[in-house]
Nanobody, 118 residues
């Protein structure tokens, strides 16, 4: 069974920080690029950040550059998203996803809620 379990969300004030984690099992973690994707009810999903499976390359959406940092620990089969200087517009459900190729999302977690108050 493939499982992607996201955690670490919560309620914070604007300017605060959260660290999201996604623990992966059931697949060979090192074979997959990992992504964080967020969704606000009634709006389309947005790719927040991605990290490659092996070469260390990363991608950040313009709206999080300089504030968020993605990382992965292949010894723990876990991907992280450090979120600093949070803004109310960051409020969303944050999902982690795994894909064999960049831009491909073969597996999804259930997501974790992030709420940023004004």
């Amino acid at each position: 069974e493939v499982q992607l379990q996201a955690s670490g969300g919560g309620l914070v004030q604007a300017g605060g920080s959260l660290r999201l984690s996604c623990a992966v099992s059931g697949i060979t973690f090192d074979d997959y690029a990992m992504s964080w994707i967020r969704q606000v009810p009634g709006k389309e999903r947005e790719v927040v950040s991605c990290t490659s499976k092996s070469d260390g390359s990363t991608y950040y959406a313009d709206f999080v550059k300089g504030r968020f940092t993605i990382s992965r620990d292949n010894t723990k089969n876990t991907v992280y998203l450090q979120m600093n200087s949070l803004k109310p517009e960051d409020t969303a459900v944050y999902y982690c996803a795994a894909g064999v190729y960049p831009g491909r999302y073969d597996y999804w977690g259930q997501g974790t809620q992030v709420t940023v108050s004004s």
